[in-house]
């Protein structure tokens, strides 16, 4: 018998909250909200989940994230992803959101840090869920930008723990974002970011020295810097691996190529995350999934990459 993966208990550190707007929910909010989407139907929508690389990604996800105006309606989402959780035993998790990708549409950031606050206060008070919950500024806008989003967002500072970087990754090093971390970093918010997802082992290396970063989002492509991976292993710095999106924006042809398995067995502090499930084809118990299938992974190594979730997280729970 095979450990069920389901049921094992598992921590989630990489989930785009607006990457779990599913098309049936997404249909709801628009007609909720008198919006017309470029797509007829459900189907239709999911037909179109075919990316060549992260910005085609990006570009489908920003445009469906539109649907999202009102207190409300960052509640449902946040709401339908804890449930998920719920149902496969993740009872730790800590999610991004952008809130450039709605501030520059109108919609205030009290409407979005108190709608996704409340799903998670409520889902700690009915089942004992823990969280930290990290803002991301969008890397393909400005630092400036980033600046000011910061200054948005520190009314709600007791809110989030964390700051992230996302978006764009190629053209837009760590480094630009120097002086933003450094304020956030003053301020006492942990800075994680996204490195070496499409970027080179060099984005890894600015967002450890340069951003100071305590986790690294993705940072695949350090396998391809044995300087880099001994730093990784040496520091224990977690790397949070989305593997099946990583296989929907063509960073690996296929799963068998996916070096999570030699990370860990290399001792790299490497977990198991979903990063855009209603997007990818997946929440974690079906990213654990296909790891087994695929790269074969076994029971022993999915308790480890399990365990690995929690001693990654930036809030700790017993
Ligand atoms: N995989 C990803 N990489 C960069 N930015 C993102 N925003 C949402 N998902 C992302
Ligand atoms: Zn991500």
């Excluded at 520190?154 to 764009?168: A, K, Q, T, W, Y």
């Excluded at 304020?183 to 984005?203: D, F, I, Q, S």
């Excluded at 070096?259 to 790299?268: A, K, Q, R, T, V």
């Excluded at 990213?287 to 990654?312: S, Y």
């Amino acid at each position: 018998m095979f450990l069920d993966l389901n049921a094992l208990k598992k921590a989630e550190l990489h989930i785009h909250l607006e990457g779990s707007l599913e098309p049936e929910l997404m249909f709801r909010l628009a007609e909720r909200n008198g919006i017309k989407l470029r797509y007829g139907s459900v189907e239709a929508l999911r037909k179109a989940y075919d990316f060549g690389n992260l910005q085609d990604f990006l570009d489908l996800y920003y445009s469906g994230a539109q649907v999202l105006l009102q207190e409300e309606d960052f509640y449902d989402l946040t709401r339908a992803y804890l449930e998920k959780c719920r149902a496969q035993n993740v009872t730790h998790v800590e999610p991004f959101f952008d809130p450039q990708t709605h501030t520059d549409r109108g919609v205030d950031m009290a409407t979005v840090v108190n709608g996704i606050t409340r799903a998670l206060k409520e889902a700690n008070a009915e089942w004992g869920l823990s969280y930290g919950l990290i803002l991301c500024f969008l890397r393909h806008l400005s630092e400036d930008e980033a600046e000011r989003t910061l200054d948005a967002a520190l009314p709600f500072r007791d809110h989030f723990i964390g700051v992230g970087l996302d978006s764009s990754e190629m053209g837009h090093p760590p480094s630009k974002f120097k002086h933003v971390f450094a304020r956030a970093r003053e301020l006492g918010l942990l800075p994680v970011a996204h490195a070496g997802e499409e970027g080179p082992p060099e984005y890894i290396w600015q967002a450890l020295d340069e951003l100071g970063v305590v986790r690294v989002d993705h940072g695949v492509r350090a396998t391809e810097d044995p300087a880099l991976i001994e730093r990784l292993r040496k520091d224990q710095i977690p790397l949070t691996v989305c593997p099946l999106s990583n296989i929907r924006l063509k960073v690996y042809d296929s799963l068998k190529q996916h070096p999570i398995l030699d990370l860990l067995e290399d001792g790299l502090k490497v977990t198991v995350n979903s990063d855009d499930p209603a997007y990818f084809g997946g929440y974690m118990t079906e990213n654990f999934e296909a790891l087994r299938k695929d790269l074969g992974m076994t029971d022993n190594q999915a308790q480890r990459l399990a365990q690995n979730g929690f001693d990654a997280a930036l809030v700790h729970t017993s």
